[in-house]
């Protein structure tokens, strides 16, 4: 009888997996989606995105947005803004930086 320790057991496709990360506590406290429905944030397709209208009034919205680009977050409204929001946003970003010298 042969034994291998889970250590030891060929990686998976499960090793690659990682927790969907969570906003940092202090934009999490100050955010306004806490006790909202999961589905205005992440909408089914074809439905409108209505946590957006929440997050013009959240005061974490700056710091939450800069999470979800950072994190390079894929799905659902973070900080105000939808997917395709967050990636033009993103390119924005990267463009200034690199007209500015920051990144070559
Ligand atoms: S900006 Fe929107 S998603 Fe981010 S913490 Fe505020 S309400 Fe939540």
Same mark, same amino acid.
């Given at each position: 009888m042969s034994f291998r320790s889970p250590s030891r057991v060929?990686?998976?496709r499960f090793d690659d997996w990682k927790p969907y990360p969570r906003l940092p506590l202090h934009v999490e406290n100050e955010g $306004? +989606?806490?006790s909202a429905p999961l589905a205005w944030f992440f909408p089914h397709r074809g439905m409108p995105a209505i946590g957006k209208t929440l997050?013009?009034? +959240?005061e974490a919205v700056g710091? +939450? $947005?800069d999470f979800a680009l950072d994190n390079k977050i894929s799905y659902g409204v973070w900080?105000?803004?939808s997917e395709r929001e /967050? !990636?033009?946003e993103r390119r924005? /970003? !990267?463009e200034v930086r690199?007209?500015?010298?920051e990144i070559a």
């Open positions: 060929k990686s998976s $306004l +989606c806490h997050c013009e009034q +959240c710091p +939450c $947005l900080g105000g803004m /967050r !990636l033009a924005r /970003r !990267l690199y007209t500015s010298g």
